[in-house]
């Protein structure tokens, strides 16, 4: 991790090496906490981070479904990631915001921990690899289930929720795949270990429903509204691993991800497709301010230059 000047930590800036917990913070040994991931992106205008608000909301009602107030307004939260992109002063970053319950009793059940909440900023390049976004990545189906509705609430970016992430790309890197695609107990696709998933199959996008044990994804979001925009159907529906095999097309898609073709799935070469990289290209427009249609998806974080 390329380390920067600053960390936004409980209402302040902080010195990098100074953003610091105990060993007894709850969310440490209970996985107790909830996190974003946000694209800061360079354009024209100066930095501009991708969907902000959308993001912190998303936040916030991943809190509520573990019961957690955070001590911060998605307002407040947003000042504090512009103030915190404009301390560091880089082009590009990835933005890092997690509330975890912090320092008091341990014990699984919460009690009067106070809520942490801490924003770091740095450069992330690809995620996965430079290679991956023009070629294409290999996925595995993962032997580990995704983690059900009634389980814990997929819905929420928890921290602990990610243990079930870590699993499956672990073993799908081990034996030698890029990422690992899960499956729910029904057996129907989810998502990847940190991106959600499409097909395209004779000019027909899918992707499987928000009930289907993913992540609500605000690429996917972004994607379907892209993709409808471009004259694309989208079907929100169930998958199975077969309509994985036999697409012409799988793609992935994230904040940290971008838009990722999966150019093979357990082995079955599907190849790179227009439509992906028509996406993809869209998308990333849309990301650096060269989309006039999309320019209300971005948050300039530099006042100056934005009013310049
Ligand atoms: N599913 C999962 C499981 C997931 O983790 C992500 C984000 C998505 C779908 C896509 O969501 P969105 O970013 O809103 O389009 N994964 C984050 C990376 C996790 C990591 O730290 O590694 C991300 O893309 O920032």
Not at 149 to 163: D, E, I
Request: charged residues 20%; contains cysteine; negative net charge.
């Amino acid at each position: 991790m390329q380390e920067t000047a600053k960390i936004w930590m409980n209402g302040e800036l902080v010195d990098w090496a100074d953003a610091q917990v105990h060993v007894g913070v709850h969310g440490l040994h209970y996985g107790t906490g909830v996190f974003e991931g946000i694209r800061c992106y360079e354009t024209e205008r100066g930095p501009a981070v991708f969907r902000l608000k959308e993001h912190l909301v998303r936040l916030e009602n991943s809190a509520r479904l573990l019961s957690m107030e955070l001590p911060h307004s998605v307002d407040e939260l947003r000042s504090a990631c512009h103030e915190l992109i404009q301390a560091n002063g880089l082009p590009e970053c990835y933005l890092r915001p997690i509330c975890f319950y912090g320092y008091g009793e341990l014990g699984v059940a919460v009690q009067d921990n106070p809520v942490d909440c801490v924003i770091m900023s740095w450069p992330w390049g690809t995620y996965l690899g430079e290679e991956g976004l023009t070629q294409g990545i290999r996925a595995k189906v993962s032997t580990w289930q995704r983690i059900g509705p009634n389980v814990v609430p997929h819905v929420a970016k928890a921290t602990g929720v990610y243990l079930n992430s870590m699993l499956a790309v672990t073993e799908a890197n081990r034996a030698g795949y890029d990422e690992a695609i899960l499956l729910t107990a029904e057996g129907y696709v989810a998502d990847g270990s940190g991106e959600n998933i499409f097909t395209v199959r004779d000019g027909r996008i899918a992707t499987p429903p928000l009930s289907m044990s993913i992540l609500p994804g605000i690429t996917r979001e972004t994607v379907i509204q892209i993709a409808g925009d471009l004259g694309y159907v989208v079907e929100e529906r169930n998958l199975i691993r077969s309509d994985l095999l036999l697409a012409d097309e799988v793609f992935m898609c994230g904040t940290a991800a971008e838009v990722t073709p999966v150019r093979s799935v357990d082995d079955t070469e599907i190849g790179v497709g227009e439509v992906t990289l028509e996406l993809q290209g869209a998308y990333l427009d849309a990301c650096r301010g060269r989309s006039e249609r999309y320019t209300h998806w971005l948050d300039y974080a530099v006042p100056a230059r934005a009013e310049a």
